[in-house]
């Protein structure tokens, strides 16, 4: 990959420009003086933001005191490489975009995210390394178009019912996870990311429980499965079930997990074998003492997604992390292990190292491997390091 000169002097801008603020559900700001759009994320926000982008913006850029606007990018080196192949490399923008949020009153609301990434809703976009072919894809700018990824309106009301609203266009409250762009997701993250044109109808409870139910015509003529389509969630968050110790999860379910592959396993032209395949996700997570945190997914798929298996599709995977300050600097550092019963990978391992640098700005280095689950199949492997925030 080679890095253009206007890629370039966009990244130089953005870095010397606003400051940056590391973007995810974790990071939310205090909203700053002056502007009267709140910035600061609550918990049933986070939640009701579901897996979308959590801009987590600091910019004072208000108008009428109802309009923000931030933005985000992902700057990352990058190196992949299947085994007896090529590498893939180079220094890129591996994602940026643009957030606009809108008070329309005090319980409607507008969200947009406008971004430009390489990272696509599709089976050959998900990924560094394709997932289904195990291929390296060989240029970020090959792959990078312009979209509105997210375009909703929100209905809330906290103070009269526990009830949400949401129409437009996002992603679908199917799994968890905090980054839609991310250069190396995992194979869980990979099997439940769908962007929509959705509905949606929840819960969020003050004692930390949540439930949500989304619905969506499938127009993708690729798949020959029911029109309507849904997915349903419900989820917990104690983050006080005694001292130091906090516990989260949730579980989801979902019509068809192909649209989610946005692909058909059922490819023989025989109408009778073209079905739905329902798919479930469970999560579980732990804070505990001293900086730990470890937790645990488990997905699984009704029936087969490989044409001619007959057995039933799933990943597992557990996760290990732990921060601390250091230096004068937070640190995390985190190491995960997923394992699929079926599709082309039988073994997934990565670390993870993230510092916030400064106030506003978050680095982070990534390295994963990934084995192929025939014996004659070629590994693949990847590492990369960036800088990633929000302004």
Known sequence: MKLKPVVLAVVAAGLVG?????????????????????????????????????????????????????????????????????????????AAGLVFDAK??????????????????????????????????????????????????????????????????????????????????????????????????????GQGWHASASGWMEDNPIISARKHQGAMKVGFDQR???????LSGDFSYITNLETVLNKSAYGSGDAADQKNVAGMLAELNADLRGGVKAGATYLRASKDLVIGSSSETSVWGVNL?????????????????EGSSEGAWKHRWAVNYDVDLAPNVKGYAQYVKMEKRAATASSAKAWLVGVKGSF
């Open 18 to 94: 606003p400051a940056f603020a590391a973007y995810g559900h974790a990071q939310h700001k205090s909203a700053p003086a002056g502007c009267g759009m709140p910035t600061s994320m609550t918990a049933a926000e986070a939640t009701m933001n579901g897996n979308g982008v959590v801009s987590g913006s600091t910019s004072r850029t208000c108008w009428h005191n109802k309009v923000k606007l931030g933005g985000f990018g992902d700057f990352a080196y990058t190196h992949a490489k299947t085994a007896g192949g090529s590498p893939s490399k180079g220094l890129d923008l591996t």
């Open 104 to 205: 329309i009153n005090s319980n409607w609301s507008f969200k947009g995210v406008a971004d430009y990434a390489w990272i696509g809703d599709n089976e050959t976009g998900k990924s560094l390394i394709n997932y289904q072919t195990g291929a390296v894809n060989s240029n970020f700018d090959d792959s990078k178009t312009l979209n509105m990824d997210e375009a909703l309106v929100t209905y809330s009301n906290s103070d009269r019912t526990p009830m949400y609203f949401k129409v437009g266009k996002g992603y679908v409250n199917f799994g968890s996870y905090s980054n839609p762009y991310a250069v190396l997701p995992t194979l869980t993250q990979y099997m439940s990311q769908l962007n929509e044109n959705y509905i949606e109808l929840g819960v969020v409870s």
């Open 240 to 246: 006080h079930i005694m001292s130091g110790v906090g």
């Open 321 to 337: 992390g732990y921060g601390m300050h250091a230096a004068g600097y937070a640190h995390a550092v985190s190491a995960s292990y």
